[in-house]
């Protein structure tokens, strides 16, 4: 009776002893556990990649909102983000310059696309909504080139829904498919949301650059763009 | 007799209270974890949709300082508020060799939430509620660990 109780009392001692490291590894566990649970729901509209959940991953690799209109790579040191309206002549121009700095800054820049229809444009809407059709085909940047490159055409037009559709075609959309998405409320949704999260973070006009987060206030011609990518990447090489 | 009554009548509650200190340190240091947690995977995710309406929100999740060498800012609070928790428990199950540590990690958490307020304030002249959580949960935790008497 007596090793019985020694045993026991041994017992709650040990116990004892291990319980923080219990409660510890169960919280450990619990932070991981959630924490991959929730990026599973968050990522779980995207296409997915095949390779399936594997530890932890990194910036690169994790997959992204499939309606983000990026280009260049995640890690980039600089990311330039533009609120633009597709019927809005500066926003043509200020996207050829924002074209070749990426050009230039290969690697090392991404580009962000953000829908910002303003009233005033009559085909700004359709415009938008035309690109993000083209995007759920996976081919969001090459209706952007399109729209910007013959922005003169069809925004005079009094449908330009007609040009969208050539340019779907010309660039190798199901244009029946795109027609579709153009009117669905899902894809104008998006655009709407864009734009709402644009007015939060205060945009007004169009275009609204933000490098590395911050709202561009100096104009945008290509100089004072690069001067101001120099100076992003500059305290990183230094660092 | 009366002075073996006072004694036990004193230390209990002496030692009780400075657990119980402890255990609230971990408890806070939870809510911490949770919200680092959340904003890490968020920002894993690329998502600024967690900012909601908040003004400015994406500027900071958005910013040059929502990563240090590559590897999000947020993941670092993860690793002090885990690593506060443990610290916590194991102070609060009478280990006393990690109280030390415990209000050393706390310092240097309360410094470096004033500079990311900093930056938040003066930099990016923008605010993320959830950073803005991060930094009152460290500034409560610093304010426990000064106000209540723990043993050291």
Redesign the interface.
């Known amino acids: 009776v007596i090793r019985v109780a020694a045993d026991a009392r041994e017992f709650s001692a040990s116990m004892?002893r291990f319980?923080?490291f219990l409660?510890?590894s169960a919280?450990?566990l619990l932070?991981i556990g959630?924490?991959v649970e929730?990026?599973r729901v968050?990522?779980r509209l995207a296409p997915a990649p095949a390779g399936g959940p594997g530890g932890t991953?990194?910036?690169a690799e994790?997959p992204?909102?499939p309606f983000?209109h990026a280009r260049g790579p995640?890690?980039a040191?600089v990311?330039l983000?533009i609120y633009g309206d597709f019927q809005c002549p500066s926003c043509a121009l200020v996207s050829q310059a924002i074209d070749d700095l990426q050009k230039q800054y290969e690697g090392k820049m991404r580009i962000i696309f953000h829908e910002y229809p303003l009233e005033m444009h009559k085909h700004a809407m359709e415009a938008a909504l035309a690109a993000e059709a083209a995007a759920v085909q996976g081919k969001f940047w090459e209706m952007h080139e399109m729209l910007y490159r013959y922005q003169s055409v069809w925004a005079e037009a009094t449908t330009a829904n007609f040009f969208f559709e050539s340019y779907a075609e010309s660039i190798g959309l199901d244009v029946a498919r795109f027609r579709a998405d153009r009117t669905a409320p899902d894809v104008r949704a998006r655009v709407i949301a864009d734009a709402t999260?644009g007015n939060?973070?205060?945009v007004k006009n169009t275009p609204t650059i933000?490098i590395?987060?911050?709202?561009l206030r100096t104009g945008f011609t290509k100089d004072k763009l690069q001067a101001t990518i120099e100076a992003?990447l500059a305290p990183k090489k230094t660092s | 007799m009366a002075s073996k009554s006072k004694h036990f009548a004193d230390s209990p509650p002496a030692r009780v209270r400075s657990s119980a200190v402890y255990w609230i340190v971990a408890v806070v240091a939870l809510l911490g974890l949770a919200d680092a947690t959340f904003l890490t995977v968020a920002h894993l995710t690329g998502d600024d949709a967690v900012c909601g309406s908040f003004a400015g929100c994406s500027t900071v999740l958005g910013s040059a300082y929502a990563t240090i060498k590559g590897i999000p800012t947020a993941a670092f609070g993860v690793m002090a508020y885990f690593t506060l928790f443990s610290a916590a428990v194991l102070a609060a199950f009478g280990y006393t060799r990690v109280r030390k540590f415990l209000f050393a990690l706390v310092a240097a958490m309360f410094i470096a939430a004033l500079y990311f307020l900093y930056l938040q304030a003066f930099v990016l002249h923008a605010f993320c509620p959830f950073c803005l959580f991060s930094a009152a949960m460290t500034f409560l935790l610093a304010g426990i660990l000064v106000a209540l008497p723990a043993d050291r």
């Open positions: 004892k319980l923080p409660i510890i919280v450990g932070t959630s924490a929730f990026y968050k990522t991953p990194t910036p994790a992204e909102d983000l995640r890690n040191p990311t983000e999260v939060s973070r205060g933000f590395n987060g911050i709202e992003a």
